[in-house]
């Protein structure tokens, strides 16, 4: 048989595939908690809080072509939205959660009103003026009884007490203890939870009207209005809805850690470019990138963390790194984004794709009602 | 009966007039033909129907509505649609999805029915198989799942085509369709203007620099010269106008 072989969209072979990798998605994200160390629960918890974050980032610039280097904002909104509900006015963490949602998506609008008449490196300086204003706003003496300034807020968290028993099904508990002797497994499938609903969101939009609308105002913002694409709206819509997206992992993260501060890393502009790099080497416009560039840039993160100490790091890369005197993931992760955008400008993804197309090609099901025409299928991507 | 009836329509760039109080009107039903040598405002005439640009001065009337007031994504609606002179398509769309991006005006779901995904998958479906037609109406079916990126001009021009199709328009502008294609296209491409004009009710506004193309399927032609309206009549009469010999091949002296 040769080499591609071609499968017909929706014919039996395609679904199995289908079925196949979802049924190997979720074995893997029920393995996790019941199976994995606690450190890989907590490594996976951190990779959905940044899988959640990029994918909402990649909405707005993968999709729509909107840059925004503000994310970090949106992000800290679902950080103090959350800290400074559960502390200041003693609310349920997850109360917060579609507060926070709501919150972001207004400030989201807010911000893009400038955005509707910008664009490029000029859309990329106001929205970084918003990440960078960000920590210095929260730590503002006029709202210092709000969000207790540079000191931040602690207790943000959830409180397992015996009004939070362990929750079992069938005899099997994949949620951890929720007394408070290991809560892990809870968080991971709360953050497996904000991921699953930001890609519904982003799947239902992506495949839709104006999931192609979006993609016309990234492509010719022009032609797209011509073709009847309100560009004020929809702009101002994705630009919301990304924002509220960003947040909830951000609450999920003043959550999990029960402590808030303005200057941790992903509240500052910082946060921003982990999420612009994890969707980009992931694969921009892609549904899955961002998920695959979240796992990629947390696992990388965790192995080289202990890398600051020379003889932690394994022999045959201890010559390259032991100069350094900083755990060097974020440089290797870097080093990886050079790469790929020289081999792979769509990212992990991207590779993926063409690796496939060499042994199989999905031949789409024809389009229109007059009866079935010979259509070229799609040649792989170059 | 007037479908478009433009007045007195000024447009300045800085200090530049680009047109300068253009009227003319066009008949429903007819293949309007707007000549002109390069730089007398034809595409900026385009720009102003289709709301990219606005005049300082004058009035566009649409079946009596003054499209002035009409936003540049209200214009699909009202069953207005263009192509451009030098592609503005969607590179990294297939064909497909290109002419179901034209589909847009007709649809109805938005964000809260995509991401609920009530109704979206019937939409999609509804939409696919009409710009399935319409990629096949044009001899583009084969190609359908291709990224428009990369095609051949001649190809693409023709994309441009379907796509504008796909809004269901009353009114088709089309800027220079036949520029960059092989001389023996040109006719074809004629009988092509002239057949989905009969088969979708149309009335076309033409923008062309092929003469003998223009000539042969306008029903009415207007010449313009320095954002001005020159000469305006039948295909004979403004090739016999002695305004429109000047504007072209300069002043005998």
Redesign the interface.
């Known amino acids: 048989m040769s080499l591609p072989i071609h499968l017909r969209s929706g014919g039996l072979p395609s679904w199995a595939i289908r079925v196949g990798a979802t049924l190997s998605v979720a074995g893997l994200l029920l393995w996790i908690p019941t199976h994995g160390s606690d450190s890989l629960i907590d490594t996976c918890t951190t990779a959905t809080m940044l899988m959640a974050a990029a994918m909402s980032l990649n909405l707005l610039l993968g999709f729509t072509g909107q840059i925004s280097l503000g994310h970090s904002a949106f992000f800290g909104i679902g950080v103090y939205t959350t800290a400074i509900g559960v502390t200041r006015w003693g609310w349920s963490p997850f109360v917060t959660l579609p507060v926070a949602f709501a919150v972001a998506f207004v400030v989201g609008v807010l911000v893009s009103l400038p955005a509707l008449r910008i664009k490029g490196v000029y859309l990329a300086l106001v929205t970084l003026a918003l990440g960078l204003v960000f920590p210095a706003f929260v730590k503002w003496p006029k709202i210092e009884w709000l969000t207790n300034g540079s000191r931040g807020l602690d207790k943000t968290g959830f409180k397992f007490n015996k009004a939070n028993p362990t929750y079992e099904l069938f005899g099997w508990n994949p949620w951890g203890n929720l007394r408070g002797q290991n809560v892990k497994p809870f968080y991971f499938w709360v953050g497996v939870s904000i991921v699953a609903l930001v890609y ?2 982003c799947r ?2 992506v ?7 979006l ?2 105002i ?3 913002s ?10 004020a709206v929809t702009k101002g ?1 994705v630009f919301g ?1 990304s924002a509220a997206m960003c947040a909830l992992p951000g609450s999920l993260s003043a959550i999990r850690t029960g402590t808030v501060t303005p200057d941790s890393a992903l509240l500052t502009v910082a946060g921003s470019i982990t999420f612009l790099v994890i969707m980009v080497v992931g694969g921009s ?1 892609s549904l899955w990138g961002p998920v695959l560039g979240a796992v990629v840039y947390q696992f990388i993160i965790e192995r080289t963390s202990g890398w600051s100490d020379p003889n932690r790091i394994p022999g045959a890369v201890r010559p390259l790194f032991s100069w350094s005197d900083v755990a060097p993931g974020s440089g290797i992760f870097a080093l990886t984004l050079i790469l790929l955008m020289f081999f792979a400008p769509f990212g992990i993804v991207g590779l993926w794709h063409k690796a496939v197309a060499t042994v199989v090609t999905v031949v ?1 099901k ?5 009866s079935v ?7 792989p991507e170059s | 009966m007037t479908l478009l009836d433009v007045q007195n329509v000024t447009v300045n760039f800085g200090g530049i007039v680009a047109l300068d109080g253009l009227s003319f009107a066009i008949e429903e039903g007819h293949i309007c033909g707007l000549i002109g040598p390069n730089g007398a405002g034809k595409t900026t005439m385009f720009n102003v129907v ?1 709301r ?1 640009y606005q005049p300082t001065a004058g009035s566009v009337l649409y079946r009596g509505t003054e499209l002035l007031h009409v ?7 009202l069953g207005i ?2 192509t ?1 002179q030098n592609l ?7 064909l ?2 290109n002419v ?3 589909a ?2 007709q ?1 109805r ?3 809260l ?5 009530i109704g ?1 998958a019937a ?2 479906r509804r ?7 319409l ?2 109406q044009l001899g583009l ?7 428009a990126a990369g095609l051949p001009f001649g190809t693409l021009k023709r994309l441009e085509i379907a ?1 504008a199709l796909a ?1 269901r328009p009353k009114f088709l502008l089309m800027d220079e369709p036949a520029a960059g294609l092989p001389h023996g296209e040109v006719d074809e491409l004629g009988h092509t203007i002239q057949s989905i004009r009969d088969e979708f009710a149309l009335t076309v506004l033409l923008v062309e620099h092929h003469m003998s193309m223009v000539m042969a399927i306008s029903d009415r032609v207007v010449a313009m010269e320095f954002g001005r309206k020159i000469a305006d009549g039948t295909p004979t009469e403004v090739q016999s106008n002695p305004a429109v010999i000047e504007a072209y091949l300069g002043s005998p002296t």
């Open positions: 519904l969101v239902g939009i495949k839709s009207r104006m999931g192609r609308s993609v016309a990234r492509d010719n022009t032609a797209a209005a011509v073709m009847g694409v309100n560009l819509i809805l416009g789409p024809p389009a229109g009602t007059a025409v010979h259509q070229e299928t799609a040649p | 289709s990219i936003p540049a994504h209200g214009i699909a609606r649609a263009r451009f503005a398509l969607f590179p990294t769309m297939s497909l999805e179901m991006v034209g847009h005006s649809g779901i938005g964000f029915r995509a991401i609920t995904r979206a939409d999609n939409t696919r198989d009409f710009a399935g037609d990629l096949q079916g084969h190609l359908a799942f291709r990224p796509r809004s």
